[in-house]
């Protein structure tokens, strides 16, 4: 059964203050990892999706990374708009996705 | 969530009451999926549509029946509400196994 957890559960930051936060998932055969954001009381909003180990991308001051074993979410001087909960989520089967419970992110100005 | 609409936000009923959330996209997308999301849970598959005419069980099947009216539409049905079922729906869409996009929710509370 796939497996994904995130952590920190919740992550409290200085506007500034680079951090980052894990996504650690065991699955059997990978065949995508996807990055959302979710706004409260919104729908997830896509960020990016890594398919190979040693694969990045980077939107604005988020840059995502992928080994074989976990993803990173580094952000970089956050601001205060960046405060959301960040989901991670793997698919391993055609069509089907299996998220983490997600980090929440606090940015204080 | 431009592309994908929920209806309603908003719903509360009583334990036994049925209802039917309704999910349309505009995004011609032949992927169409539900979730439901509950505090310190990952999102959890409920049902999905590959494709207009197919429907698939997901993590969280029971208690609930998917219809794909068309490529536009995926229903989802609560026949008997339980209290369990408090949670927030959303419904997602997607090109074959590309990310998928997600509607703004429906809050639904069962007393």
């Known amino acids: 059964e796939d497996q994904v957890t995130q952590s920190p559960e919740a992550l409290r930051l200085q506007e500034g203050e680079s951090s980052s936060l894990n996504c650690s998932y065991t699955?059997?055969?990978?065949?995508?990892l996807f990055w959302y954001r979710q706004d409260p009381g919104k729908g997830p909003e896509f960020l990016f999706t890594l398919y190979s180990a040693g694969e990045e991308k980077e939107k604005e001051r988020l840059k995502a990374t992928l080994t074989k074993k976990e993803s990173f979410l580094h952000i970089t001087a956050p601001k205060p708009e960046d405060s959301a909960t960040y989901l991670c989520?793997?698919?391993?089967?055609?069509?089907?996705?299996?998220f983490g419970a997600g980090t929440t992110v606090t940015v204080r100005a | 969530n431009a592309g994908v609409t929920q209806t309603p936000k908003f719903q509360v009923l009583k334990t036994g009451q049925s209802m039917t959330l309704q999910c349309a996209q505009d995004?011609?997308?032949?992927?169409m999926y539900w979730y439901r999301q509950d505090p310190g849970m990952g999102l959890r598959l409920i049902y999905y549509s590959a494709s207009e005419g197919t429907t698939d069980k997901g993590e969280v099947p029971n208690g609930y029946n998917v219809s794909r009216l068309n490529k536009r539409e995926f229903s989802l049905r609560l026949e008997s509400a339980a209290p369990s079922q408090t949670s927030v729906y959303f419904c997602?869409?997607?090109?074959?196994?590309?990310?998928?996009?997600f509607g703004p929710g429906t809050r639904l509370t069962v007393l």
């Open positions: 997602a869409i997607s090109r074959s196994e590309n990310e998928q996009f």
């Open positions: 995004m011609n997308h032949n992927s």
């Open positions: 989520a793997v698919q391993a089967v055609e069509l089907k996705l299996s």
């Open positions: 699955v059997s055969g990978l065949r995508g």
